[in-house]
């Protein structure tokens, strides 16, 4: 064993608290570095499980509508924090974190995630789900409601997602698969667009790169008015398209009725439509070569 | 009348401001010429992502001050000022083609600020970066000048420059650790060069409704990676 390691152990301390909550109530969880973790239970309660230095301090104090998680070190503000969470399934989660990655797991309430530096992982959440990290990868999946995701630097990614949806990055790519919505917006500076979900009538959908390639999958039946504006780039269909109206950079055609309106631009890449099918084989392989 | 004249006048139609008979033979013509029809369907979507712009509410105590300083709204509202759906809704959108794209694109960059423009006839209307009309020796024609864009530009230029202060405060003051200071000046150089990219794509093609568009779309990206940037600096004491 290293000095380190001795060190390590000397300082670290265990920290399990639980409290009572009612519905209502909502989590609300600060921490400066480490990683905030919340699975869900159905009891009616919170358990804050944490493992951080022993001169630091965990508060956890249950008020009228919020549970607070927060860390106090006798020296300033608390470095490091490693929190397992157990909280209702039904409880809004509201967590921040500086140089932190957050996960989540199984809740079935609205989600507030916001991290500096770390990862975001959910797996479910409904309501209003606002997940964003400067220098992580955001991850949503098996989630419904209205949904805004952003990064900085990093990839965005949805899988199984019912809703509303906002994903927005400068530098990643941004993919979504196994979506049910009628209201995407998907924006990056630099990097791949990939949708992979439905095309409902009336629906509005815009995905838009600078640098970098949008494919997209449209389903046999959808009933949409296409519009696709490229720079420097090609446009690439596994069906045929019937052009109605061009301009410069911009061309539309329609597909069934057009009752749906998809926007597909980017000013550096190409633009490709498949069958579900076709797309996710060649995404699959294209993941696969890289 | 020519096709010219009558691509002049769409806005007009999409307003609502033209005659029955007006109407009627704007309508005739745009069915049989596809190049109006592909610029009447172009400016029915630069209007409907206009009306349909989200006016986030501020995240960061700077917005405030700055929204002010390019005279937006930073949210809230003060007493006498309509609201936002009533703002959506009387927002018209009245100016020739090259007008009305950089209108939409001055909405699409202040946007998302809780920005308001009054958009309405007579009121700063904004070419593109560098105006060249669609239409060669029509700029003076029925429309007002194109005043506008020149003082918005300026507008998001201090809201830039001061955005770049704070953030270079939180980085020498060291709220902002190194790595994150890193990513963030990589990703507003990967944006500048977007913009400088569309800068250079509108130059050659001023009329462009989708460099337009484009290029705001970026420039707005940039300012709410400023703002976000700033409210990313924790206090660390």
Request: glycine letters at 8%; a negative charge; charged letters at 20%.
């Amino acid at each position: 064993m290293n000095v380190a390691a001795v060190v390590a152990l000397v300082v670290t301390q265990q920290t399990d608290t639980t409290v009572p909550v009612r519905a209502g109530m909502r989590l609300d969880v600060e921490n400066f570095g480490g990683e905030i973790v919340v699975r869900a239970w159905n009891q009616n309660s919170v358990r804050v499980q944490a493992t951080h230095s022993s001169r630091d301090r965990i508060d956890v104090s249950a008020e009228r509508t919020t549970v607070n998680v927060r860390a106090e070190s006798r020296r300033g503000l608390a470095q490091m924090v490693e929190y397992q969470i157990t909280a209702p399934t039904w409880m809004p989660l509201n967590l921040h974190g500086v140089s932190t990655d957050i996960e989540v797991d199984g809740t079935q309430a609205a989600i507030t995630a916001e991290t500096v530096q770390g990862e975001l992982k959910v797996r479910g959440g409904s309501g209003q789900l606002s997940l964003k990290s400067v220098q992580g990868a955001v991850k949503l999946q098996n989630a419904k409601g209205h949904i805004d995701v952003y990064s900085v630097n990093e990839g965005l990614t949805l899988e199984n997602v019912n809703g509303d949806i906002s994903a927005e990055t400068v530098s990643g790519d941004v993919t979504l698969q196994g979506i049910e919505s009628a209201n995407v917006e998907v924006n990056t500076v630099s990097g791949d667009v990939h949708y992979d979900g439905t095309i409902k009538d009336g629906g509005h959908y815009r995905f838009a790169t600078h640098n970098g390639d949008v494919t997209l999958a449209v389903p046999e039946r959808a009933n949409v008015t296409v519009s696709v504006a490229t720079f420097n780039g090609d446009f690439d269909s596994c069906f045929p398209v019937s052009v109605t109206t061009t301009t410069k950079h911009r061309f539309s055609f329609t597909i069934g009725s057009g009752s749906a309106r998809l926007e597909l631009e980017t000013f550096n890449g190409d633009i490709k439509l498949c069958r579900p099918g076709q797309l996710h084989d060649k995404h699959h392989d294209d993941q696969e070569d890289n | 009348m020519t096709r010219d004249q009558w691509t002049d006048r769409l806005s007009e139609y999409l307003d609502g401001d033209l005659g029955v008979a007006e109407r009627a033979a704007l309508e005739a013509h745009v069915a049989s010429c596809p190049a109006c029809e592909a610029i009447l369907a172009e400016l029915r979507r630069v209007v409907a992502r206009a009306q349909a712009i989200h006016d986030l509410p501020p995240t960061t105590d700077l917005w405030p001050a700055i929204a002010q300083q390019i005279g937006v709204s930073s949210g809230g509202e003060p007493h006498g000022v309509v609201s936002l759906a009533a703002r959506r809704a009387r927002r018209r959108l009245s100016f020739t083609v090259p007008q009305l794209a950089a209108a939409a694109a001055v909405l699409l960059l202040l946007g998302s600020g809780g920005a308001y423009l009054t958009l309405q006839r007579g009121t700063s209307p904004v070419p593109p970066p560098r105006p060249r009309s669609l239409e060669p020796g029509r700029e003076g024609g029925r429309r007002p000048p194109l005043v506008g864009w020149e003082k918005t530009r300026a507008k998001y230029d201090v809201a830039v420059a001061e955005l770049e202060s704070a953030l270079e405060q939180g980085r020498k003051s060291g709220r902002l650790d190194s790595a994150t200071v890193r990513v963030l000046d990589q990703s507003l150089v990967t944006i500048d060069s977007a913009i400088v990219q569309a800068r250079r794509a509108l130059a050659a093609d001023p009329g462009s409704v989708y460099l337009n568009q484009h290029l705001a779309d970026t420039m707005r990206r940039k300012l709410e990676l400023l703002r976000r940037a700033s409210a990313f600096a924790p206090a660390r004491t």
